[in-house]
């Protein structure tokens, strides 16, 4: 310092002034601005080395402290502390850890470009720095999913009704594009799910009128094609569709309907087309393809077994393509159809065909054609 001159030393306490003025955004951002500024490595290392001697135990602990305090990054690991008083980075570790993925799942993230993030160079090594932000709103997110599963066991749906309800805005997905790529299961936003869940309960009356059925029941007069639900759901938790809640256990079985208000939805088709882009899960499992095609868990084991479907193992389901599904349940009309168009029960169906000996059965049901044919709505 003796060897300044009267100027240099007015500079130095001007630009100490100033710092004090506005500590310590405006040392934060001086030593950002000389990071930002600085061409190469080695003299970034010195700029990092010299703002440690300023809060090294060898100075005074006040002096210590405040610049510790100012920019603690710096007195971390080095790597990290280099680009983080710039922006703020985390570690891969700190997102697997959070969020419970690998690390190959993160490399996964980083390298499709859905995670800001720097590779630098320390003498042989490389290490990755992710941004701070961008982290945070990927665990943000990841908290704040639920597999559209967790829907589907509440109300006793398939999973191609949670895909109308999203379409219909009725359900908000999540969509971040890290965590699509590497679960590819349909995701929504918990709180959308639960607003919706909430609403419809709300809507459910009390008492219980006569010539009720469970929702899930009623359902089945609806065949051929895959079931509107998002339309259903959607009436009932505005209202317009009346129900009554009854009992315990899955909403379509605790939902109770006149049969002729569920009537009108049997006209209506969902268009996938509609929403290009979305992706439609392209198979159903066992228990969906029973649901489309309008059979029980003991009708839909004959269809596999007759050959006309094959299912894969896939998790703890298994699955089968759509389209095998969908011809099957254009070309058939299965026993729960059948009773509802006749206005028979279930039980006396199988009896009632044998006046139709000319309708060819099926493991899936009768030849529709003929049946619509020979019997119509009778």
């Known amino acids: 310092m003796k060897d300044l001159s009267p100027l240099q030393l007015a500079g130095f306490a001007a630009t100490g002034a100033a710092l004090l003025l506005d500590w310590p955004r405006a040392f934060r951002e001086r030593i950002a601005d000389r990071l930002q500024n600085s061409p190469d490595e080695k003299s970034r290392r010195a700029l990092l080395a010299a703002i440690r001697r300023l809060g090294s135990p060898k100075v005074r602990e006040q ?34 850890r959070a969020a419970s993925i690998s690390s190959q799942e993160l490399r996964m993230i980083r390298d499709a470009g859905h995670i800001e993030h720097r590779v630098l160079a320390v003498r042989r090594n490389t290490q990755v720095q992710y941004d701070k932000a961008d982290a945070d709103d990927l665990l943000r997110r990841h908290r704040e999913f639920v597999f559209a599963s967790r829907l589907e066991t509440a109300l006793g749906t398939t999973r191609y009704a949670t895909e109308q309800l999203v379409c219909l805005g009725e ?10 790529l590497i679960n590819r299961t349909l ?42 639900w998002g339309a259903i759901l959607a009436a009932m938790r505005e209202g317009s ?130 049946f619509d044919l020979l019997v119509g709505g009778r």
């Not at 610049?67 to 985390?90: R, T, W, Y």
């Open 187 to 228: 995701r929504l936003v918990e709180e959308s799910m639960n607003e919706f869940i909430h609403d419809l309960e709300s809507k459910g009356r009390a008492g219980k009128p006569s010539d009720l059925m469970p929702l899930g029941t009623a359902a089945r007069m609806m065949g051929g094609r895959p079931k509107f």
């Open 241 to 370: 569709l009346p129900f009554w809640l009854d009992g315990a256990g899955k909403f379509i079985r605790r939902a109770m309907v006149h049969r002729e208000d569920i009537a009108p939805f049997a006209a209506l088709r969902f268009d996938e087309l509609s929403w290009p882009g979305f992706p439609f899960r392209q198979t159903y499992t066992q228990l969906d393809a029973a649901e489309v095609l309008n059979l029980d868990s003991l009708q839909i084991t004959r269809v596999a077994s007759s050959g006309a479907l094959t299912f894969v193992p896939e998790g703890v389901a298994v699955i089968t393509d759509r389209e095998p599904v969908h011809a099957l349940a254009t070309t058939y009309i299965a026993t729960a159809e059948i009773a509802h168009r006749t206005g028979l029960p279930f039980n006396m169906v199988p009896k009632f065909m044998l006046r139709y000996p000319e309708i060819a059965r099926h493991a899936a049901g009768w030849v529709r054609a003929d």
């Open 63 to 96: 002096q210590a402290k405040l610049v510790s305090d100012a920019v603690p990054e710096a007195f971390e690991h080095v790597i990290v502390a280099l680009q983080a008083v710039v922006k703020p980075v985390v570690g891969a570790q700190y997102i697997c």
């Open 171 to 180: 359900i908000e997905r999540e969509v971040h594009p890290g965590l699509a």
